[in-house]
């Protein structure tokens, strides 16, 4: 996941010079805050990182039953949120910087919010895009050793990052394809993601993910009472609303093929694949 939070830190290297400053800003930074006089975020403090590491690799060990699942998956979400931190501090709205929350995920954080919504969309993809590298070891493993349980790990990876993609707030899909929906009404956003949200809450509870539950039922409630507003930043253009759709379909296909290459090894069939990863999902009873 990915948060934007409004800027509150120190002058540090990606601000702009003073030179800059006394410039007019051009039209697409014209709406991008930026505060010089409060504190700088220095970030998780390391020994509450590894703490919630630690209970949040234990969660997934107990829900699971499977060390490697919980292994992969706590790597993956580090690397899941890297993606995220790389397309802020690129976009120039770092330093960004990774949370890690207990029985939870993880969140990266900016320190500016996007010139436009089409950049938010491109950090909100980048976690996942970028995520799915880390089940290369996994599979490499895989064919070195033979040893089928590697591909866990290749399963863990890309189901976190395809429910990340899951349009439902304040998971990554809400983000990439809510500013889509806003341009053509901001109301057709809010009935969607309600919905979409409402249909995820209903699979965790038909899956016993409770936690995961009450988590995305909080951040429905919140988006609820958010009403239409819309973060700050340029509206996507049609142009960049096509694009936004064709982004995320490519992302949740490749999440969608790296999930079939951890099963069908097992299956030798695309179709038993399929079967077999809905089942696990839950959707196949």
């Known amino acids: 996941m990915s948060d934007i939070d409004p800027p509150i830190r120190r002058p540090g290297p990606w601000d702009p010079r003073p ?9 697409s930074q014209a709406r991008r805050p930026i505060r010089a006089d409060t504190a700088e975020d220095k970030g998780q403090h390391p020994l509450w990182a590894l703490i919630s590491t630690v209970l949040l690799g234990g969660f997934i060990w107990w829900i699971t039953g499977s060390a490697m699942f919980a292994g992969a998956a706590i790597f993956g979400l580090f690397v899941h949120e890297y993606g995220h931190v790389l397309a802020m501090n690129r976009l120039g709205m ?8 207990p029985f939870l995920g993880g969140l990266a954080k900016s320190r500016r919010l996007p010139d436009s919504e ?46 990340n993609l899951a349009p439902a707030p304040p998971l990554d899909g809400s983000k990439a394809l809510g500013p ?16 979409v949200g409402a ?21 429905l409630v919140g988006h609820l009472r958010r009403g239409v507003w819309r973060p700050e930043g340029r509206q996507l253009s049609w142009k960049e609303a096509g694009f936004s759709v064709g982004l995320f379909v490519l992302t949740a296909a490749a999440c969608v093929g790296v999930g079939l290459m951890s099963v ?20 196949g009873r």
Do not use: C, K
Not at 94 to 101: E, L, Q, S, V
Not at 180 to 195: F, Q, Y
Not at 199 to 219: D, K, M, Q, R, S
Not at 265 to 275: C, E, V
């Open 19 to 27: 030179e800059e400053l006394s410039a007019p800003a051009p039209a």
């Open 264 to 283: 069908i090894p097992l299956t030798g069939d695309a179709g038993a694949a399929l079967d077999g990863g809905a089942r696990i999902l839950g959707l």
């Open 180 to 195: 889509v929906l806003a341009r053509i009404h901001p109301w057709v956003e809010m009935g969607a993601m309600v919905a």
């Open 199 to 219: 249909l995820v809450i209903w699979w965790g509870l038909t899956n016993g993910a409770f936690i995961f539950t009450a988590f995305l039922a909080l951040a």
């Open 118 to 163: 089409w950049h938010g969309v491109l950090v909100s993809l980048a976690g996942p895009a970028f995520g799915l590298l880390a089940a290369i070891p996994f599979l490499a493993a895989f064919y070195l050793t033979g040893q089928a349980i590697w591909l866990q790990g290749v399963f863990a990876v890309a189901f976190l990052n395809l429910i």
């Open 94 to 101: 770092g330093p960004a910087r990774i949370y890690i929350i």
